[in-house]
């Protein structure tokens, strides 16, 4: 196994933890539309994925949504609730990802979108702590896509074999391993002190 230089972390239920119900919930009270149906109405737009991949700005995105659920809500209100998705707490604790920064270049590898990444850079401040953010929207692709993880590994200043991914959703890490990063499934803070162990990483 390769000696690690950079450890990549995806950003979502990996280092900031959110619950799409919260921002289900509060938008219920905006249009006729119970809660419980409102994710099968935004899945069937379609408008998600074409945000999140760079393929469309946050005002045409903000406004293709209201439309889409019958609402009126002004950009900022929207903005309030769409990003009201995400819990105070991280599930990594920063002094972890500080004392990583000391020998190992620090990344984050995430399928976001300017919304949602405004926020969280604004109000996480252990995000501050790596050295590149890829973001798929604003390398306009996502997380499957080959393309991100060769975005990745262009800033990563490590061959794929010397860097490690964690990330919460398998189909993500298959693609990392398929770009020949060493990927494990994040499934809570101890195991991954366990794979970063495994990996020689002091933790």
């Given amino acids: 196994m390769n000696v690690l230089k950079t450890i990549i972390f995806d950003m979502g239920n990996v280092i900031i933890p959110f619950d799409f119900r919260r921002g289900y919930a509060a938008l219920e009270s905006h249009v006729d539309i119970p809660a419980a149906e409102i994710p099968d109405r935004i899945r069937e737009t379609e408008l998600v994925p074409a945000f999140e991949s760079g393929r469309m700005e946050p005002r045409e995105f903000v406004n293709s949504i209201n439309r889409a659920l019958g609402a009126d809500l002004s950009y900022e209100a929207f903005c309030g609730i769409w990003s009201s998705i995400f819990l ?116």
């Fill in 88 to 203: 105070p707490h991280t599930l990594v604790p920063e002094e972890l990802i500080r004392s990583l920064r000391e020998k190992y270049r620090l990344m984050v590898l995430s399928n976001t979108n300017a919304i949602h990444f405004q926020m969280v850079w604004n109000a996480y401040p252990i995000l501050r702590h790596f050295d590149r953010m890829i973001l798929s929207h604003e390398v306009k692709a996502m997380k499957p896509d080959p393309a991100i993880y060769a975005a990745a590994l262009a800033q990563a200043q490590a061959e794929p074999g010397e860097c490690f991914f964690t990330d919460d959703i398998p189909a993500y890490v298959e693609g990392a391993r398929r770009a020949g990063i060493q990927a494990e499934q994040f499934l809570g803070y101890e195991k991954l002190l366990g794979d970063l162990r495994a990996r020689g990483v002091a933790v």
